[in-house]
């Protein structure tokens, strides 16, 4: 089973400032790497596919980077409307795991 | 447009089962994976399972095997996933999720609204 290791697990921030999320595999799974965002009482939302496409309609200012086994989660200039939990999640091989998640609050 | 509608909240006894169902529209039901992944209250996501609906194929998380089956019914584009056994440690919102795959890999690109099932004596 891969294991993906996010960090960190919360993160406090003013708007328009940047976060940064990082996603680590126990082994390489090349770009089979997305990104979901989950607001509360809501299902997950795809923001980003294979480690660094956007995925259709979601805003510029997220990012994705990475290959292998690092990775990385990028909001630029960040939004109240950004408040939520971030996951991690790898389709390279089953089971299809995800990070622990990142909750992200506004100050 | 793509929809995935679940079934509504169960309430469940210990060693109880559950049965939640996921109605899809909008694309060929069996051109894409179907996938059940959960949530406990306050948790993370935990794959449990995935079917092919046109052969009706199954994968399991080791974690559930023998407790869980994905089935589906392509008359009506609608999958399944029943959990038996129940334990408290079941309450969770349970999910569906399409599998998208490229010639690459696979997503989830569309989810269900989840299913909230409560199991409590």
């Known amino acids: 089973e891969i294991v993906l290791t996010q960090s960190p697990d919360f993160q406090s921030v003013t708007p328009k400032e940047k976060v940064t999320i990082t996603c680590r595999a126990s082994?390489?799974?090349?770009?089979?790497l997305h990104w979901y965002q989950q607001k509360p009482d809501q299902s997950p939302k795809l923001l980003i596919k294979?480690?660094?496409q956007s995925f259709s309609g979601v805003p510029s200012r997220f990012s994705g980077s990475g290959s292998g086994t690092d990775f990385t989660l990028t909001i630029n200039s960040l939004e109240a409307e950004d408040a939520a939990t971030y996951y991690c999640?790898?389709?390279?091989?089953?089971?299809?795991?995800f990070g622990g998640g990142t909750k992200v609050e506004i100050k | 447009q793509v929809q995935l509608v679940q079934s509504g909240a169960e309430v469940k006894k210990p060693g109880a089962s559950v049965k939640v169902s996921c109605k899809t529209s909008?694309?060929?039901?069996?051109?894409?994976?179907m996938h059940w992944v959960r949530q406990a209250p306050g948790q993370g996501l935990e794959w449990m399972g995935r079917?092919?609906?046109?052969?009706?194929?199954?994968k399991y998380a080791q974690k559930f095997q023998g407790r869980v089956t994905v089935t589906r019914d392509t008359s009506i584009s609608t999958a399944y996933m029943e959990l038996s056994r129940l334990r408290s440690d079941d309450t969770a919102v349970y999910y569906c999720?399409?599998?998208?795959?490229?010639?690459?890999?696979?997503?989830?690109?569309?989810w269900g609204q989840g299913t909230l099932v409560t199991v409590s004596s």
């Open positions: 999640h790898q389709s390279s091989s089953l089971p299809r795991t």
């Open positions: 999720a399409r599998d998208y795959c490229t010639s690459i890999t696979c997503l989830f690109d569309y």
């Open positions: 909008g694309y060929t039901f069996t051109d894409y994976f």
């Open positions: 082994q390489s799974i090349d770009s089979s």
């Open positions: 079917i092919n609906p046109n052969s009706g194929g199954t």
């Open positions: 294979y480690a660094s």
